[in-house]
């Protein structure tokens, strides 16, 4: 099997945050939304079912792992949770929270809009409240 890569999309909307058992975790570099974005690092997959049975309950884990301090860092009212990869083939899980009233309440957070990255400061404090509360 190849190498894992990071897909280019992956790597020009996120923000590195920290490697995991599988998965690689990111967060989307828009201030509009708390989004984390985990990849495993496995080459060539695209779905949840191409995982191992072993790497799959990893998997569920660390989404876990994030949703909950995703939660406790925000408080936000929900937590969505969702692998599409309509646009972006690779494996990975988006992991985002939730309040009435964010730009795209109730809908969906993909396509609303259009990202509004994250200041140098603000971008540096939260990566490093991520990293506090992960």
């Not at 997959?45 to 998997?59: G, K, M, N, Q, T």
């Not at 936000?76 to 646009?87: E, H, P, R």
């Not at 972006?88 to 009233?101: C, D, I, K, M, S």
Request: proline share 7%; charged share 15%.
């Amino acid at each position: 099997m190849s190498e894992f890569i990071l897909h280019p999309r992956l790597e020009a909307d996120t923000l590195f945050v920290a490697d995991w058992t599988l998965s690689r975790v990111l967060a989307m570099n828009d201030v509009r939304f708390p989004w984390l974005v985990l990849v495993p690092h496995r080459a060539g997959l695209s779905e949840i079912h191409d995982l191992s049975a072993p790497d799959r309950a990893v998997l569920i884990e660390e989404v876990a792992r994030a949703s909950a301090a995703l939660k406790s860092l925000t408080g936000a009212a929900k937590i969505n949770v969702g692998a599409l990869g309509n646009l972006v083939p690779q494996l990975h899980v988006h992991v985002v929270a939730r309040n009435p009233g964010d730009p795209a309440w109730p809908g969906p957070v993909w396509g609303q809009g259009t990202a509004e990255p994250y200041e140098a400061a603000a971008q540096a404090a939260f990566i490093a409240q991520l990293r506090a509360s992960l």
